[in-house]
């Protein structure tokens, strides 16, 4: 069994997964947009470009998205945060830098009891990311 994480976007998921690519180091997989499949029909004709589903893979990690449109919710987010443990505190704190420019900081990227650094960030594209740089790196 795996878990993997699949966040929705208000139309902005090709934007936001080509920065996760880009910040990440990750590599795009699937951008299948709604009006490339037979789920066009049901939405409306400003949201045939749309993502119906987005895959980004870094290294052995996955993560999943798609826009959702109005009438299913929106893209609308909460009760959750997007965990990233990171060995290299200059990786981590370079990703949380980049998603910080444009978002919200809700825990500044900080030394605590249980790691070398750790921060809270919800990002330019509504996503909340934990940054946990451990201390063994």
Avoid at 29 to 43: D, I, Q, R
Avoid at 54 to 64: N, P, R, S, Y
Avoid at 91 to 103: K, L, M, Q, S, V
């Amino acid at each position: 069994m795996k878990f993997v994480a699949y966040l929705s976007f208000d139309g902005r998921c090709r934007e936001a997964f080509e920065f996760y690519a880009k910040v990440l180091g990750g590599k795009i997989v699937a951008m299948l947009s709604h009006g490339e499949t037979p789920a066009g029909e049901h939405v409306s004709r400003e949201w045939q470009d749309k993502i119906i589903n987005a895959h980004l893979i870094v290294g052995d990690q996955e993560l999943m998205g798609a826009d959702s449109p109005p009438e299913m919710g929106g893209g609308a987010k909460g009760g959750f945060n997007i965990s990233i443990q990171i060995d290299k505190e200059k990786d981590a704190e370079r990703i949380f830098d980049a998603f910080a420019d444009g978002g919200t900081v809700i825990m500044p990227f900080e030394t605590t009891f249980w790691a070398k650094k750790f921060g809270m960030v919800t990002d330019k594209y509504g996503t909340p990311w934990m940054i946990n740089c451990g201390m063994t790196g």
